[in-house]
T-cell receptor
Framework: EPEVTQTPSHQVTQMGQEVILRCVPI?????FYWYRQILGQKVEFLVS????????KSEIFDDQFSVERPDGSNFTLKIRSTKLEDSAMYFC????????????FGNGTRLTVT | AQKITQTQPGMFVQEKEAVTLDCTYD???????LFWYKQPSSGEMIFLIY??????QNATEGRYSLNFQKARKSANLVISASQLGDSAMYFC???????????????FGKGTKLSVIP
């Protein structure tokens, strides 16, 4: 069964550094998302992406964050200058349709900012 | 504002028994969707089951069923014949629409940690 793949599975970075989290959504999916889960807390929506542009973003998704789909297969989340509070599990998700279609999540990237 | 409430931080169930995980929601939308996801200790999010607000029958997927009571705004997950591999965090989530063509936000509850006892 096709799946969403995320790399790396774990990233450690120093405060102030830039990180890029990578995702390969399921190939025939059209809608892409990033969510994050701070340890022990609930999953929070960051951003949705459709037709090569951001559709919605949460208040968490400030100017330090950006997303890109550079080559038609990869979907990336960039954090320009990481802060300690950016430490979390970041999930990429995709879906082919809206409405009743479930989001298919990747296995996540655990980001640790030191 | 949309809200999902899972009141059980942790649950225990004996292997082979059934267990119900509670979920209540709040929304002013007439059209919405409710999802359950499983998160094992390895961290991935696994889709289990979906219920649409206009679906008249409760959703079922194998050992999972969703007890949907629209008037009470509840969407409880029932796992029958629990297995040791069912030990995980379970999240209830609601689809909320936005204004954009690609908007499709899921609002998650805080989760319930299920432990299956041999």
């Amino acid at each position: 069964e096709p799946e969403v793949t995320q790399t790396p599975s774990h990233q450690v970075t120093q405060m102030g550094q830039e990180v890029i989290l990578r995702c390969v959504p399921i190939s025939n999916h059209l809608y892409f998302y990033w969510y994050r889960q701070i340890l022990g807390q609930k999953v929070e929506f960051l951003v949705s992406f459709y037709n090569n542009e951001i559709s919605e973003k949460s208040e968490i998704f400030d100017d330090q964050f950006s997303v890109e789909r550079p080559d038609g297969s990869n979907f990336t989340l960039k954090i320009r200058s990481t802060k300690l509070e950016d430490s979390a599990m970041y999930f990429c998700a995709s879906t082919r349709l809206q409405g009743h279609s479930p989001l298919h999540f990747g296995n996540g990237t655990r980001l640790t900012v030191t | 504002a949309q809200k999902i409430t899972q009141t059980q931080p942790g649950m225990f169930v004996q292997e082979k028994e059934a267990v119900t995980l509670d979920c209540t929601y709040d929304t002013s939308d007439q059209s919405y969707g409710l999802f359950w996801y499983k998160q094992p200790s390895s961290g991935e999010m696994i889709f289990l089951i979906y219920q649409g607000s206009y679906d008249e029958q409760n959703a079922t997927e194998g050992r999972y069923s969703l007890n949907f009571q629209k008037a009470r705004k509840s969407a409880n997950l029932v796992i029958s014949a629990s297995q040791l591999g069912d030990s995980a965090m379970y999240f209830c989530a609601m689809r909320t629409g936005g204004s954009g063509a690609g908007s499709y936000q899921l609002t998650f509850g805080k989760g319930t940690k299920l432990s299956v006892i041999p």
